[in-house]
């Protein structure tokens, strides 16, 4: 059931006010003495002088001898017989009196009525109207902001429900708009950081094959040549590095879908990752694992990169399955990190003191760390009595 405004009591408490106060300014006209009624009274006593019960009760009269005494309140005086006079008490006075107290009571009783349904209707119009605007104008702030998570929750079946409704279509669609934005501009960068990391590998191989044939080669001009390439390459790895870092820095989330494979197919993508052999050969425990093959890969190459550059020296793997995970360890011979830098690592643009002196933002166990987690597995650091090593734990299935 619909309720009903306030405005609307408050407007038949104005009548009513209205139409009393004719009623009572009425009954004021109509409080004078009423000669049919006098007249009856003293036919009456006239008629039954000396026989009291016989008298007329219309009127409150007294009837008074010669020896009365004078008359006050402008009271009415009529001969009646045997030489009395009969007087007629005028009464108009008190009936107005009581007519003007009935209206002043009326009137207050209306007035307090009229100051309650005022006080109800500003507490009505503070809650449907006031009370809105304030909160779409606190949601419009946050709109404004950036915040689209909240709605805006108020009554819709209000004076302002469907543009509160409208305005929280609004909100939604908004964020529908900002998340398929969002989306896209990920995806893009996404792209953009996964093709700048995979060139850097194969230009990794054409920059080490050119090294050897500049060093094995006699002619000059061979020579010459195969710098060319190395000064290419360095070109080509510097320009895959910066829109690799301006890509990745902004991305907040990198899709990665794991699903069943065979165990050596983790030995093949570490074999992929060493295209300077440095590992050697290792054994890999047979079992099924759960990884997203793209993304296991970008790890592997990450700490194979990281080896190449900042030790330089011959790299070993050791496998083994413990539990639920098939753990394999990628460690060098090189100087390694501090032990108190170890836990940070794997931050985002964290590196060690010894690796100032070496290009690089920070980011490669960073993002072999998150790949990992991902996977339901695990990346861990540690720092052996001569090198630097990496342990990925690789969920089992």
């Known amino acids: 059931m619909k309720k009903t405004p306030p405005i609307v009591f408050f407007a038949i408490s104005i009548f009513l006010e209205v139409g009393l106060t004719f009623y009572f300014a009425n009954r004021i006209d109509m409080a004078k003495q009423d000669a049919v009624a006098v007249n009856e009274v003293l036919m009456s006593v006239k008629e ?16 008074l001898d010669e020896k009365g005494e004078a008359i006050k309140n402008s009271d009415t005086i009529l001969n009646a017989s045997g030489g009395c006079l009969l007087l007629i008490h005028n009464d108009i006075p008190s009936k107005i009196e009581s007519i003007k107290r009935q209206i002043f009571t009326l009137i207050s009783g209306i007035s307090i009525v009229q100051l309650i349904l005022i006080l109800i209707f500003l ?63 990920d995806d893009k960068k996404e792209m953009i950081a996964k093709l700048s ?53 902004d991305i907040t989330e ?16 570490i074999k992929n990752s060493d295209y300077l052999n440095r590992a050697g050969d290792f054994d890999i425990p047979p079992c099924s694992v759960y990884i997203d093959r793209l993304r296991l890969q970008q790890a592997f190459d990450n700490v194979f990169t990281n080896s190449y550059k900042y030790a330089n020296t011959e790299i070993y793997v050791r496998t083994e399955n413990r539990g639920e995970y098939l753990l394999v360890t990628i460690g060098d011979y090189g100087p ?62």
């Open 336 to 397: 390694g990190a501090k032990d108190d830098e170890l836990p940070l690592l794997k931050e985002k643009y964290k590196r060690g003191s010894n690796a100032s002196e070496k290009e690089g933002a920070g980011l490669g166990l960073y993002l072999a760390d998150y790949f990992l987690n991902k996977m339901n597995g695990s990346l861990s650091i540690e720092r052996p009595e001569k090198g630097f090593a990496v342990t990925f734990g690789i969920r089992i299935v």
């Open 48 to 63: 039954n002088f000396g026989e009291e019960e016989k008298y007329s009760t219309a009127l409150n009269y007294s009837i």
């Open 254 to 269: 990198i899709d990665v879908n794991p699903s069943r494979y065979e165990s050596e197919t983790v030995k093949e993508l």
């Open 197 to 249: 990391h995979d060139i850097k590998t194969p230009i990794a191989s054409i920059k080490s094959t050119s090294e050897i044939g500049y060093e094995i080669t006699k002619e000059d001009r061979t020579k010459e040549l195969f710098n060319s390439i190395n000064i290419k390459a360095d070109q080509i790895t510097n320009l895959a590095d910066n829109l690799f870092h301006s890509s990745i820095k």
């Open 123 to 185: 507490f009505y119009i503070k809650k449907t109207v006031t009370d809105p605007f304030k909160k779409m104008n606190d949601f419009a702030v946050r709109v404004a902001g950036g915040d689209l998570d909240i709605p805006l929750s108020l009554d819709k079946g209000r004076a302002f429900g469907a543009f509160t409704e409208s305005f929280d279509l609004m909100r939604s669609e908004l964020k529908k708009s900002k998340a398929a934005e969002k989306k896209a501009n």
